[in-house]
Structure formats: structure tokens, C-alpha cells
């Protein structure tokens, strides 16, 4: 596995690489994060094609999982999406401790992170892309947010938390 350490400036960033390294996702989540609950979020599309067998592959690893779907496409990354994503973070009983995985592309990415980074002011979060564009941009660099009717992105953060 190719390990690249994106240097920010406020932060580090781990990105890793390999052929195949979706296959052993859930094994090298567990390495990483032991016993701590997973929150799943993706998208209609990539769900069914990716998060639904991550899901399963970390339940028979026995990892306490969930798994959070929003309608895929630009208009659910909004604040209706936001606080049903929160309702089902405190439904599952996520802790500061937890991780959000976010798998998929940029509207999950950006949803997921900004979800995460607010909540209990601030949960762990990992993304899992799912397409090249979001591999190469908004996976990368910790840019998260919502739109408002008035426009794109208005309400986000560059997360300033731990990115694992």
C-alpha cells in the first residue's frame, strides 16, 4: 500500500493507495479503529454498488455498523438532508469517539464531513470515494459543506479536526 501525507496547513492528511483496496476496506478500518461505531453515508447511486457490501463486510467483521442513504444528485446536499443525517447519528448513538465513513463522491463527501464536523462539535470522519473526480477533489483537502437556496456551499468548513 502507497501511503501519500497530503502536508496542509493546518493539518495533515493521509491518503492511501492500492489496486484492490476497497476489497480489504473493512478489515483495514478495523485496524484502524478497533471497536468504535461506523456511520455509512452515501447516495442512492453508490450505495447499492459499494456501501451495501462495506456494510456487510464490517458487520461479519462484527464492527457495530450503520449505514445512512440520501437521494443521490446536488439537492440533498441541503439542511432537510443535514438534520435527518444528525437524527440517524443519535438514533444509532454516535459519540464524539465514533467515525463517519462517507462512500461516495462529492455531495456525500461534503454532506457526511460537514454532519460530522458538527456534531458533538466534532466526530471522526473518513472518505471513501467512490469516483476519479472525487479521489483527486473533494476527497481531498477537508472541504465540506451545504448549499442554501440562495447558492452552492454556503454554509461549511475546512475540517480542522482529525482526519483519519
Avoid: C
Wanted: charged letters at 20%; proline letters at 3%; zero cysteines.
Amino acid at each position: 500500500m502507497k501511503v501519500l501525507k497530503l502536508s496542509l496547513k493546518h493539518k495533515t492528511v493521509p491518503i492511501e493507495i492500492e489496486n484492490g483496496l476497497f476489497q480489504k476496506a473493512a478489515q483495514r478500518i478495523k485496524e484502524l479503529f478497533g471497536k468504535r461505531k461506523i456511520m455509512l453515508v452515501t447516495d442512492s447511486n453508490v450505495g447499492p454498488v459499494y456501501a451495501e457490501k462495506l456494510f456487510t463486510q464490517m458487520k461479519d467483521l462484527n464492527i457495530e455498523t450503520g449505514i445512512y442513504t440520501v437521494p443521490a444528485g446536488e439537492s440533498s446536499k441541503n439542511h432537510e438532508q443535514l438534520l435527518k443525517l444528525y437524527a440517524a447519528f443519535a438514533d444509532f448513538g454516535i459519540t464524539r469517539g465514533d467515525i463517519v465513513i462517507a462512500v461516495g463522491g462529492g455531495v456525500t463527501g461534503d454532506l457526511a464531513g460537514y454532519a460530522a464536523s458538527t456534531w458533538l462539535r466534532g466526530t471522526g470522519f473518513v472518505q471513501i470515494p467512490a469516483s476519479l473526480l472525487a479521489m483527486v477533489d473533494s476527497s481531498v483537502g477537508g472541504k465540506v459543506a451545504v448549499n442554501l437556496p440562495q447558492g452552492k456551499n454556503l454554509v461549511g468548513i475546512f475540517i480542522t479536526l482529525k482526519l483519519y
